[in-house]
């Protein structure tokens, strides 16, 4: 097995145009957050990764929509202390790209997400999205936004059109243009055949499709989604994962975060793998294998994470 160097100061592999390397049919609650989202004014891996935006130097600042800058949260813990959740992350995601954070359960994806979607407020660093800050223009940055989870719920006294049409109105989207957005959402996620169908009627297809379509009625440019597919069967996955596709295909910014291979594979333009809330490597599927020597994704994530664990073995 190659021996990975994980040095001082390793960077952010974030490399030039978007590469759709591998493109090909994939394979495969956060109700509270709805509230919350729409309440108020919206009517190194030792060192720090101070330099990973100098790679990103070449883009056209217009396509970044989202830019990570050394976000780091902290939590406290009365018998453990000071909890490192995130520690100096940095990414950018250009318009019509996927962006995976790849990592294990606990790894820190879901704080990340929740930073960028405000619901989180960092301990150091910022997050700007679509030209707005995260810690200073909340409610600008969720009103870009759509945020979904694996764990998205839906009313049981609602129907899919009923629930849709209110996340509409919490927008503040004028009644002629939400009509006119909602036939439109429900076509292309064909949807139009459970309109009537109450929340607690729906199969687990149909809340998935209902829970994207709510994520997307105000036509975001920004698209945060947490685990997805967890719990899902492969039919509904694979479902899943083909609306995001198409919804790259529309030049949506995205960030995916997962901890299945396939998807990562699959779906995403490029990656982070993080662990213990730190980012080890990002960069395509394939620059990745050509850096670490090692093609086979799932070997690369577990060698990476193995070494990084060994390494603070040796220092603690």
């Known amino acids: 097995m190659r021996r990975i160097a994980l ?6 592999l974030i490399s030039g145009p978007k590469s759709r390397w591998r493109r090909g049919t994939p394979a495969s609650g956060d109700q509270a957050f709805g509230i919350l989202n729409f309440s108020g004014s919206l009517a190194n891996v030792a060192g720090k990764q101070r330099d990973n935006m100098d790679q990103t130097a070449g883009l056209d600042e217009r396509s970044v929509k989202i ?20 520690q100096d992350v940095s990414f ?45 223009h909340a ?8 945020f979904m989870s694996g764990s998205t719920g839906i009313y049981d006294r609602m129907t899919a059109w009923e629930l849709v049409e209110y996340f509409g109105r919490l927008y503040g989207i004028p009644e002629d243009r939400l009509r006119e957005r909602m036939e439109e959402v429900f076509t292309t996620l064909q949807m139009n055949d459970i309109r009537d169908v109450l929340g607690a009627k729906m199969s687990t297809g149909m809340k998935q499709k209902v ?33 995001i596709d198409s919804l790259r ?3 949506k910014s995205i960030v995916y975060s997962t901890h299945i291979m396939r998807e990562v ?17 990002a960069g395509t599927v394939s620059e990745l294998a050509e850096t670490y020597g090692q093609p086979d994704m799932e070997e690369l994530f577990f060698e990476l994470i193995s070494r990084y664990d060994a390494s603070l073995a040796e220092t603690a």
Do not use: M, W
Not at 7 to 12: A, F, I, N, S, T
Not at 268 to 279: K, L, P, S, T
């Open 249 to 251: 295909d529309q030049g």
């Open 265 to 281: 594979e699959k779906l995403c333009d490029r990656i982070a793998i993080i662990h213990r809330g730190r980012i080890l490597a």
């Open 139 to 146: 409610a600008e940055v969720r009103a870009r936004i759509g």
């Open 211 to 243: 829970s994207i379509a709510r994520t997307i009625v105000h036509d975001p440019p920004v698209l945060i989604f947490d685990e997805p597919t967890s719990g899902l069967d492969v039919l509904v996955a694979r479902a899943v994962l083909e609306i």
């Open 7 to 12: 040095g001082k100061g390793h960077r952010l």
């Open 67 to 86: 830019r990570a800058q050394n976000l780091s949260k902290y939590f406290a813990d009365l018998r453990r202390g000071s909890i490192v959740a995130l």
């Open 92 to 136: 950018e995601v250009r318009s019509g790209e996927v962006f995976g954070l790849l990592g294990p359960n606990g790894a820190g994806k879901t704080t990340c997400l929740r930073i960028l979607s405000t619901v989180l407020k960092p301990t150091a660093g910022t997050a700007i999205i679509d030209g707005y800050d995260v810690r200073t």
